[in-house]
């Protein structure tokens, strides 16, 4: 059974960071995620951040400096550092996998960034 398993959201105020967790579980692993995506009210879920190929990272404009992607292999996770929090950035923050053509999806962790 495939599990991912985000944590580490919350209620922070603006500058302040967080550091979210995805846990892989079951038939699949850390290199199978693909990336971080958020949903804020009222909005489309959007990319957040993602691994690319040959080991590169690409961040959404909104975010570019502020939040970091990078695995945790030994754990079989992946983790956002997010800094700089501004009140935009308050979504569900969702990480998703890729596994034999079908993608797979966490319940997603609330992050609530206050002014």
């Known amino acids: 059974q495939v599990q991912l398993v985000e944590s580490g959201g919350g209620l922070v105020q603006a500058g302040g960071s967080l550091r979210l967790s995805c846990a892989a579980s079951?038939?699949?692993f850390a290199w199978n995620i693909r990336g971080w995506y958020r949903q804020g009210p009222g909005k489309q879920r959007?990319?957040?951040?993602?691994?690319?190929?040959?080991?590169?990272?690409n961040y959404a404009d909104s975010v570019k400096g502020r939040f970091t992607i990078s695995r945790d292999m030994d754990n079989n996770t992946v983790l956002l550092q997010m800094d700089s929090l501004k009140p935009e950035d308050t979504a569900v923050y969702y990480c998703?996998?890729?596994?034999?053509?079908?993608?797979?999806w966490g319940q997603g962790t609330q992050v609530t960034v206050s002014s």
């Open positions: 959007e990319l957040v951040a993602a691994f690319g190929s040959g080991g590169t990272t």
């Open positions: 079951g038939s699949i």
């Open positions: 998703n996998a890729r596994m034999f053509a079908q993608d797979y």
